[in-house]
Every structure is written in C-alpha cells, then in structure tokens.
C-alpha cells in the first residue's frame, strides 16, 4: 500500500467553482502534513501545511482527520491562476529528525474561464 | 535572496556517461534531498543528508551517487549504471526537527530536465 494516495483526476471546473481534493495516508503515526502546488514542467512549491484543526488561508482550506487518515484542500471562487497540480505529502516519521516526506502523484486542476 | 539554485537547467547525455547535477542553498537548511520525478508520476527519493558527510539512500538510489562535504552543496552523479535516467531531477532543503521550523517543509531548486540520447 503506497504511502500517500490521491485522486489524480482531471478536476476541469470553471471560474468561481470551489473545488476540494481528498488524498488518504496509511501511517496512522504521521505527523506532519502539507499541500504543495506543482505547475507544468516547475518545480513544487509549499501551498499550505496542515494542522491538526485545520487552517484556513484566503480562498484555500486544508482539513485533517486522523481517524480516517485523510487530508483534504478546499478551493473556493476559483481563478484560472488556480490551474496546476496539487500534491499531497506526509510525513510519516514520529520523533525523526530528518522528515522525510512522501509525496502523492497529484491531482491535476484546470480552471476554465 | 536565499534559496536554492541547481544547474544546469537542461542537460543531455549519451549513454553510457556518468554526469553530476549541482544543488546549491544559501538557507542555512541541515538537511538535503534529491529527488526524481517521471511524467505524470510522484517524487521518488534517490538520496538524501541530514548532516554534512552524512548521507542515506531514498527508495530508488540505484545508479546514482551522491557527496556531501559542505552543507551548502549536495551534488547528484548519475552514473551509466542508470539504466532510465530521462527524467526530472528536484532537490530540496529544509530545517530538522527542532530547528526552525517543526513541520519539516522542503523547499525545492527549479530542477535538472535530463535526458539520455
């Protein structure tokens, strides 16, 4: 079972849409959780962590359930700006001092006008 | 500004040559990360190092190297060994736990487009 798993979609919404991705977990211990955003042929950038009683930023919310191991990004009013892929990534180590992170294959948005 | 550079940004190989990518930070981040990244997959981890001559292999390290003498500097040799080296090649840099930042985010260079001729 891979460690992160994401819908990898197309999402193809139009502006103003709010759109919400899910993505599971399979390491109950996981500590730290984050949203990056992947445009075509960049590298990822951070989006949002993820804290345990979820976080709000703008028009972006990142939601955590531990009991069901999963993550959630809800994009509200979405832009055309928004289209990109959205990474899901955990780290699954209690206590380590390395974090190493483990990344889902994306989910792909597109934002038509 | 502070940040993470790699070069070259383009690099072709023949096969059967060993070729090294540079990943260079100014963050002042412990710990380093090379990464993998085919189309429409995930990042896969090749090596990474928590410390200055310290360095561990990821899930996918065969075929390649890698050196850590300065903590500003974890270059990538991708050997002939590799035998699917085309690829997009990502490093990254972040804090440890208990540095500045707990959650252990990673910060990315623009990356290395490799292909093999």
């Known amino acids: 079972r891979k460690e992160v798993e994401q819908d990898p979609g197309p999402f193809n919404v139009p502006e103003g849409a709010t759109v919400a991705f899910n993505c599971t977990y399979s390491?109950?211990?996981?500590?730290?959780f984050f949203w990056y955003r992947q445009d075509c042929r960049k590298e990822p950038k951070l989006l949002m962590s993820?804290?345990?009683s979820g976080n709000e930023d703008g028009r972006f919310t990142a939601q955590l359930n531990r009991a069901s191991q999963y993550i959630s990004l809800l994009i509200r009013d979405s832009k055309l700006s928004d289209s990109a892929t959205y990474l899901c990534?955990?780290?699954?180590?209690?206590?380590?001092?390395?974090?190493?992170?483990?990344f889902g294959r994306g989910t792909q948005l597109t934002v038509w006008p | 500004d502070g940040g993470i550079t790699q070069s070259p940004k383009y690099l072709f190989r023949k096969e059967g040559q060993n070729v090294t990518l540079s990943c260079e930070q100014n963050?002042?981040?412990?710990?380093m990360y090379w990464y993998r990244q085919d189309p429409g997959q995930g990042l896969r981890l090749i090596y990474y190092?928590?410390?200055?001559?310290?360095?561990q292999k990821g899930d996918i390290a065969e075929g390649y190297s890698v050196s850590r003498e300065k903590k500003e500097s974890f270059p990538l040799t991708v050997t002939s060994a590799q035998k699917n080296p085309t690829a997009f090649y990502l490093c990254?840099?972040?804090?440890?736990?208990?540095?500045?930042?707990?959650?252990?985010?990673?910060?990315f260079g623009p990356g290395t487009r490799l292909t093999v001729l």
């Open positions: 990534v955990v780290n699954p180590d209690r206590g380590s001092t390395l974090g190493r992170l483990y």
């Open positions: 963050l002042n981040h412990d710990a």
């Open positions: 990254a840099s972040s804090w440890t736990s208990g540095g500045q930042s707990s959650y252990n985010e990673q910060f």
């Open positions: 993820v804290y345990s």
């Open positions: 390491n109950s211990a996981s500590q730290s």
């Open positions: 190092s928590q410390i200055v001559n310290d360095f």
